[in-house]
C-alpha cells in the first residue's frame, strides 16, 4: 500500500474531546468530498497502535486538509498528544459511498450524530467556498450543546445561505435549550424536510443510529439508491 507522509500545520479544539487537525496538502493528495483515508504513526513506538480511517472535514479545493477527530480511545488519546510540526502517514483517500457530485445531487439530506458530520462538512464548505447551487439540509444529533462541532459555524453558514438548512437534535439536554429533544426519528424528519422522494439522503453516525436511520428511511418509502452510507459505519468501526 502506498502512503504519503504529512505534516500538521495546525490543531484546533473543537469541543472539550474533538479537535481538527490541519495538514500540508501535496499533488499526491486529491479527494472528493465524503471520502476517507487511513492514517498511522510514523514512529516506531506507535506503530504499534496500527491505523484508523478518518473522514476529511475540509473542502477538496483548499491548500490544505482537516481531519475532525474525537478522542475515543487509545490511538486517538496517543494523537490527541501530538504537536504542529509532527508528522504521520496516510494511504491514498478512498471511498465513495458518501461522495458528492454538485452536478447529480443537487438537494441533499444529511442525517448525522457525533463527529459523523465531517462529510457533510466537507460538503457543505465546498458548496459555499465554491458557491455551487446545491442544497443541503442537515439533521444533526448529539447529547448535549457542548458536544455539537462546529456549532457556530454552521449556524453561521445556514444564517448566510438560504439553500443550507441544519437543525440541531439533541438527547440530553436538561436547560437553556430550546431546539429538538430526543433521538431523530420520522416525527423530526418529516418536520423539516419537505419533498422527502427528490432528496439523496447521506447517513453519518454511530452504528446503532444509522441502523435505526435506515430502518426509518424504508418505512418513509425512500427508494435505496437515494440512500447513501459507509458500510465500515455499520460495522462499529471509528470513522
Known amino acids: ?10 490543531i484546533i479544539n473543537e469541543t472539550y474531546n ?12 486529491n479527494f472528493v468530498s ?13 506503530k504499534k497502535l496500527g491505523t484508523r480511517p478518518f473522514t476529511f472535514s475540509s473542502s477538496p479545493t483548499k491548500p490544505y486538509f482537516d481531519f475532525t477527530i474525537k478522542k475515543m480511545g487509545e490511538f486517538t488519546t496517543k494523537l490527541f498528544e501530538a504537536k504542529v510540526g509532527d508528522k504521520l502517514f496516510m494511504d491514498k483517500p478512498k471511498g465513495d459511498a458518501l461522495n458528492f457530485n454538485e452536478k447529480s445531487m443537487k ?27 446545491n442544497g ?9 450543546r457542548k458536544d455539537i462541532i462546529y456549532f457556530n459555524e454552521l449556524n453561521k453558514i445556514a444564517q448566510d445561505n438560504k439553500k443550507i438548512h441544519v437543525f440541531h437534535v439533541l438527547s440530553n439536554e436538561d436547560f437553556d ?3 429538538e429533544m430526543g433521538y431523530v426519528n420520522q416525527k423530526i424528519i418529516e418536520r ?13 453516525g454511530p452504528p446503532a443510529m444509522n441502523k435505526s436511520i435506515l430502518k426509518i428511511l424504508d418505512n418513509m418509502g425512500i427508494k435505496k439508491d437515494k440512500i447513501h452510507y459507509e458500510k465500515w459505519e455499520l460495522a462499529g468501526k471509528s470513522s
Open 34 to 46: 465524503g471520502q476517507f483515508c487511513t492514517v498511522g504513526f510514523v514512529d516506531k513506538e506507535n
Open 177 to 179: 435549550w430550546n431546539g
Open 136 to 144: 443541503i439540509a442537515v439533521l444533526y444529533a448529539n447529547q448535549t
Open 192 to 204: 423539516y424536510i419537505d419533498f422527502i422522494h427528490q432528496k439523496e439522503w447521506f447517513i453519518c
Open 1 to 10: 500500500m502506498a502512503t504519503t507522509k504529512i505534516k500538521i500545520l495546525e
Open 18 to 29: 474533538t479537535k481538527t487537525f490541519r495538514f500540508n496538502k501535496t499533488k499526491k493528495i
Open 107 to 133: 438537494h441533499i439530506v444529511y442525517i448525522c450524530g457525533g463527529s459523523g458530520i465531517t462529510p457533510a462538512m466537507s460538503t457543505i464548505r465546498n458548496i459555499t467556498e465554491n458557491k455551487l447551487d
